[in-house]
């Protein structure tokens, strides 16, 4: 097995035992071709989080050696052989915390003029940020503890974050997403969600 991380995601240390009990479940089950983790995406700071559908919910992040797993797009997950079939996975019960939009305004705007320029066709096809960053469907504040690696990082950091939430403009898709995010908390379905995987 390969475990995947990418730079701005932490394993939860809660999550260790287990994703490791987990890969010696799937150890002698070909069937299972990778493992999903669990997300928690900060945004703004470390004491927000995002929960709407514009926010995967799990991915996966445990990929077994020699199943013709490739990385896709910008990594975000893994399809399968040529044709690109998707992952067959298995939930892990582990979690990843991610804390790539938990930055400085300053450094929000540089990740912003980055991503236009790798993913959305060059820069200034977004609107920029302002003063704040603008607000997000579905965001609530994080009750949870962070991964005892990360308390010195956002301590170090917790007066030069994002200020607060400056007002978004009203859309079809903010409206899409409140609806399908009322209708995920009322019945635990989270509808047109993507998955690059296949449960098993």
Request: net charge positive; aromatic share 12%.
């Amino acid at each position: 097995w390969a475990i995947y991380i990418q730079a701005d995601e932490i394993l939860h240390e809660d999550g260790v035992e287990p994703l490791r009990s987990a890969l010696a479940q799937a150890a002698g089950d070909t069937r299972v071709e990778g493992l999903l983790v669990d997300f928690v995406h900060f945004y703004g700071t470390p004491d927000w989080v995002g929960s709407s559908r514009s926010w995967y919910r799990r991915e996966v992040r445990a990929v077994r050696l020699g199943a013709g797993l490739r990385s896709r797009g910008d990594a975000q997950g893994f399809r399968v052989g040529d044709e690109g079939r998707r992952v067959r996975a298995r939930p892990s019960g582990a979690a990843y915390y991610h804390y790539g939009w938990a930055r400085p305004l300053d450094a929000l705007r540089l990740k912003q003029a980055t991503d236009d320029q790798l993913y959305h066709g060059g820069a200034g096809k977004r609107v920029p940020l302002g003063e704040r960053l603008p607000a997000d469907v579905g965001l609530r504040r994080f009750a949870g503890r962070h991964p005892a690696c990360m308390e010195p990082w956002i301590a170090s950091r917790r007066g030069r974050m994002s200020p607060g939430f400056g007002p978004r403009r009203w859309d079809a898709r903010r409206l899409s997403l409140m609806a399908t995010l009322a209708v995920e908390r009322i019945t635990g379905w989270r509808p047109f969600e993507y998955k690059n995987y296949v449960e098993v």
